[in-house]
Structure formats: C-alpha cells, structure tokens
C-alpha cells in the first residue's frame, strides 16, 4: 500500500531531539495484522518523554509517538477485525518503539486490539485514553478488594489525567473523594468534577514522619509515588487498600510495615499497559456502560492538532496540563 499520510516524527541530531509533521508512506510501517486509520489520540506524560528523547521509554529514532489510538480498521489479516471497525489500542508498545498514534495510520496486532463500546464515540474514547482506562482498573481493584460503599477514598496527582478521571468516575460512582493537588488553582475544576474537598500536597504530608497516621481513608488511587503514596498508605483505614499505578512523584516508597502488620491495609498495583486485550475490553465495555461518565466534557483541557503538539510536550512534563488533552489526528 503505497498511501502518504501525515505523522510526527521525532528525530535525533546533533543538536538534540526534534519534531515536526513528515509525508510517510503505509508501506514504511511495521507489518502488523491490523492497519488502522488513526482519527483521535491524546497527550499523555509517556508520549511527551518519547518526543524528548527519552531512552526509558523509545530506544529507536526517528519515532512517531502516541500510545493512544482510536480509529477505524483499514485492513485485517488476523482477529475478528474488518474494514470500518471503530476500534481502541492503548498500552503495549504502541507509541513506545512502535509507531503510535500521532499519526494518520498505525499497524499493530491483532491482540492489541479492542472494539470502541457502541456508548463511547471514538472522540470520547480518547478523552479517557489510557489515563481513563487505568483510573477504572484502580476503582475497580478498590471495589475488588472490598472497599466500604460511599467511603472516603483519597485521589493523588488529582490534576493529571488519570487523577482526573478517578476523581469523575468515583464520585458518579457515590465515593466521597478527596482531591490532592499541588495546584491550588485547580480545586474548583476538582470539585466541579465531584470532589468533595481539596487538599494540597503539604497538607497531605503533614505529620507524615510518623510510623501511622490517623485512619482516614477507605480506599487510595495513587499515581505519583513516592512520600505522597507513603502518606497514603499511613492514613488508610483497617483493611482498607490502595492502589499504585504512577510515579508521577517518584519512584520510591519510604515507608515501614506499620500499616500492613497492624491496619492489615492492602497495596495494589495497577498495570494498563500489558494487561490482557480481553480484560481491557471489558474495562472499555464498563466504561461505555455503567461507568460512562457525566463529566467527561469537563475532563477535556485543550483539543490539539497533530501541529500543536510540540508546543504541549514542554507543559506536560512540567505538569501544567490538567486533566486531558485528546488529539484530532484526522477527519472522521
């Protein structure tokens, strides 16, 4: 298939890690069962670290990042797929060392892929992402673990995509959520989400030296790690549990057995990224359904073309970006 389309690359000089929107042909794609269409992504913190060059994340340039795609199948030589599916692909290598979604056509396999639910539209879908998809497997592994109906449950790094989305889906879902932020101009969006207070980071961390602190929490959705999770971890509630998917913060945990020895709390880690496609289906499903969110207009902070991009990447690193930012990569 010898079609051009339109894709950022990022590519490595001598000056450093740049970006700009080329001419590429289908055929330069990696062989993959499934060629899809790409006509909505969004910005996520992984894809601003692969556009800056980040080795953790991208090993090979030139590079199209976007671990978010959501698109119609073009073409299927495996899996149930047929041209005109509306269909999902989150997490995997996509957008990591295989072409993501910041271009018009993406080639991955089969098993990567999940049908967009007949109650989201593919623009919805992006404005949940990846961030959507591991906020609802963190409330899910709360109810899982037997949370208390109605509790207060604590959300970190609340003003990023995942806390966002945790906070929306929780309060819908009847949580009296508390809200942590380290941008005090964000607590009115929070609660017009549905919080139901907003506390700042210090606050949080206030008193956090000691071994335990009162318990407070019925259930924790933590993304950024580090002494903010370890804080979280000491105000839970007995048997209560909270979940770890980020390390927006840091990548450590100082924290003693004191919670876990006499509160019998859980910690529960959360991975979106190699989970299984059939259970990524049916989170997506869930979402289209019972979990379909009244706020989820209110989410969005910015609708960017492919050519903003690069203007974004910068914030988002610095955490200036709140909420989520979903991508218009093509015309439906």
């Known amino acids: 298939m010898s079609e051009k389309f339109r894709a950022l690359r990022v590519e490595q000089g001598t000056a450093g890690f740049t970006c700009a929107i080329q001419q590429r042909a289908v055929s330069d794609l990696a062989d993959g069962d499934v060629l899809i269409r790409v006509l909505w992504s969004s910005l996520n913190y992984k894809d601003a670290l692969s556009a800056s060059g980040n080795k953790g994340v991208t090993r090979r340039f030139p590079h199209t990042p976007g671990i978010d795609v959501a ?29 993501g979604g910041f271009g018009e056509f993406v080639s991955v396999p089969a098993d990567w892929v999940v049908r967009c639910p007949l109650g989201l539209t593919l623009r919805s879908s992006m404005v949940l992402g990846t961030a959507g998809l591991t906020a609802a497997l963190s409330v899910s592994s709360l109810i899982d673990a037997g949370i208390d109906e109605g509790g207060d449950v604590l959300v970190t790094g609340a003003s990023g995509g995942v806390g966002s989305v945790a906070v929306a889906l929780l309060s819908q879902l009847g949580y009296r959520v508390t809200a942590v932020t380290g941008r005090e101009s964000s607590a009115e969006w929070l609660k017009s989400l549905g919080a139901s207070e907003c506390i700042s980071r210090e ?80 989170v997506w499903d869930l979402l289209g359904t019972d979990w379909s969110l009244n706020k989820m207009a209110d989410l969005v902070a910015a609708e960017l073309s492919l050519e903003e991009l690069p203007a974004y990447f910068p914030q988002i690193l610095a955490g200036q970006v709140r909420g989520r930012a979903v991508v218009k990569v093509a015309e439906e």
């Open 71 to 99: 698109g119609l199948v073009e073409r299927a030589s495996d899996g149930p797929w047929k041209a005109g599916d509306k269909v999902i692909v989150t997490g995997y290598d996509l957008g990591m060392n295989t072409d």
């Open 203 to 282: 606050a949080l961390l206030e008193n956090s030296a000691k071994p335990m602190l009162a318990p407070k929490w019925s259930g924790v959705v933590d993304a950024v790690g580090g002494e903010i999770l370890a804080a979280a971890i000491k105000g839970l509630r007995y048997g209560a549990s909270a979940t770890c998917c980020g390390m927006a913060g840091s990548a450590d945990l100082p924290l003693n057995v004191f919670p876990f020895i006499l509160r019998g709390v859980n910690l529960l880690g959360v991975d979106s990224v190699e989970l299984p496609v059939e259970i990524k289906q049916q």
